[in-house]
């Protein structure tokens, strides 16, 4: 399985940004899809998750009512909406998917992840 996140870039405070997370090889065992982010001199830190069903979509309080995760299973491909983005979520986002279902409170675990992409920047400044 190979992830390859895309849609990063630089944005002024309260803007909107949506990035991707195509999924390509053996796909169909693929369950939880979670995207991470990692600032500059801080350890990686879970945003949010979906379940391969869409049911369970857990969100680190940070992002709660301005991020929103989706998922296209017959294009393989996980989306991360941000809104009302703030500086502090400057870094670099990544992808990464999950063969089995945990339970979702240890989603945050990224030793529970499978697969990672390679990331993609988001910048958030004025």
């Known amino acids: 399985v190979q992830l390859v996140e895309s849609g990063g870039g630089w944005v002024q405070p309260g803007g909107s940004l949506r990035l991707s997370c195509a999924a390509s090889?053996?796909?169909?065992?693929?369950?939880?899809v979670s995207w991470f982010r990692q600032a500059p001199g801080k350890e990686r830190e879970f945003v949010t998750g979906?379940?391969?069903?869409?049911?369970?979509?857990p969100r680190a309080d940070s992002v709660k009512g301005r991020f929103t995760i989706s998922r296209d299973n017959a294009g393989n491909t996980v989306y991360l909406h941000m809104t009302y983005l703030k500086p502090e979520d400057t870094g670099v986002y990544y992808c990464?998917?999950?063969?089995?279902?945990?339970?979702?409170?240890?989603?945050?675990?990224?030793?529970?992840?499978?697969?990672w992409g390679q990331g993609t920047q988001v910048t958030v400044s004025s």
């Open positions: 090889g053996r796909t169909f065992g693929i369950d939880t």
């Open positions: 979906i379940s391969r069903g869409g049911g369970s979509t």
């Open positions: 990464a998917a999950s063969l089995r279902r945990w339970n979702t409170g240890s989603w945050p675990d990224p030793d529970r992840y499978d697969y």
